[in-house]
Every structure is written in structure tokens, then in C-alpha cells.
């Protein structure tokens, strides 16, 4: 998924009045100075792209099934003195569609970034879960990865793994779908 952040904006005052009679001899005797505002958009963008599609294969009822989701990258071009960003992961229910209909919740589906896979430009290059020990269930959007300093245009990858654990009871035999959402701000 690609999302694109708003740039931040540059804003520059400029006084609009009369210039010195020394320099140009129609300025009337009295003037009023007044300000003009102009916004300058931050060139670049602030961009995250992700796999498009995961399998986690089969698994019983009350079994886990893993699998490295592939590679997430987060690249920052704005410019200049492109700033800190965190990258989010959140995740909805898993449905199957077909009869009997049946649902796993997101709760039941855990993500760990692991650590950088590659970088470039300045860091820190933060993960939010730097071990398979930090995982965390995905039934509230969770901090993915971040970088925590200004500085120049940069970006980092990482190959997060997703862990499901399939419940004892309320499911059925079939396939489930879900989606796993990665964004930047």
C-alpha cells in the first residue's frame, strides 16, 4: 500500500508598502505596510510500499501458522532536511466467505518488524519490534518502524513476520482473508 503524507509547508511573510523617496519619489506622505502570505509545498513525498499478498498456508484449530510477510520500505524524498517519520501496522478480522461464514479476529494475528533488512541516509532507524519476543497482536494499530531524527532524504526496509493463531472453536475448515495495512506520517 502507498500512502502519501501532506508536505509540510514553508511560510515566508513579505511587507508590501512604499519604497524611500530617495529611491523612487512617488510614495505618498503617509503609507501603510501590509503582509502578504505565500506556502511553498516541501518538495518530495513521504511514501511506504508492501507486499500485495501473504499466505500463511494451513493449519487445525488451535495450531500458529508464520510466515515473513516480504519486504515493507519506507522512503522519505522530502527535501530539504526531510524529517522524522514512524510507520504504522494494523490489521482486519479474517473472514471466511463462503457457508458456513466464520471469523478470526485480529487479535488472534501478532507482527514483529525484526531489525533493518536495508537503510540509507542518516538514522536511527528505529523497529517496533526488534525480536520474534517484542511480537504484538494486531488488534489495535501498532507502530511498525521509525525513524526519530531530521536530516537529510533516507529510507529503510525490514521483512516483517505475521504469527495467526488459529482458534479452538468458531472456525471452519476453508479459507480466510484478511488485510494487513502498512502507512507512514
Known sequence: MRRRTQPPLVTMAVLAGCVPAAVLPSCPASTAASSATYVLARAGALTITAPAAVSLGSGTSGSQRSAQMGTVTVTDTRAPG????????????????????????????????????????????????????????????????????????????????????????????????????????
Do not use: E, K
Open 82 to 185: 526531510a524529517g522524522a517519520w514512524t510507520a504504522t501496522v494494523s490489521s482486519t478480522d479474517y473472514t471466511r466467505t463462503t457457508p458456513p461464514v466464520a471469523t478470526i479476529g485480529r487479535a488472534n494475528m501478532s507482527y514483529w518488524s525484526g531489525q533493518a533488512t536495508a537503510t540509507q541516509g542518516n538514522g536511527p532507524f528505529v523497529p517496533g519490534q526488534p525480536t520474534a519476543a517484542a511480537r504484538v497482536t494486531l488488534a489495535v494499530p501498532r507502530t511498525a518502524f521509525s525513524r526519530t531524527a531530521q536530516g537529510g532524504v533516507n529510507s529503510a526496509s525490514w521483512n516483517p513476520t505475521l504469527v495467526l493463531s488459529i482458534p479452538f472453536a468458531g472456525v471452519t475448515a476453508g479459507t480466510y482473508t484478511g488485510v494487513v495495512t502498512h502507512s507512514v506520517a
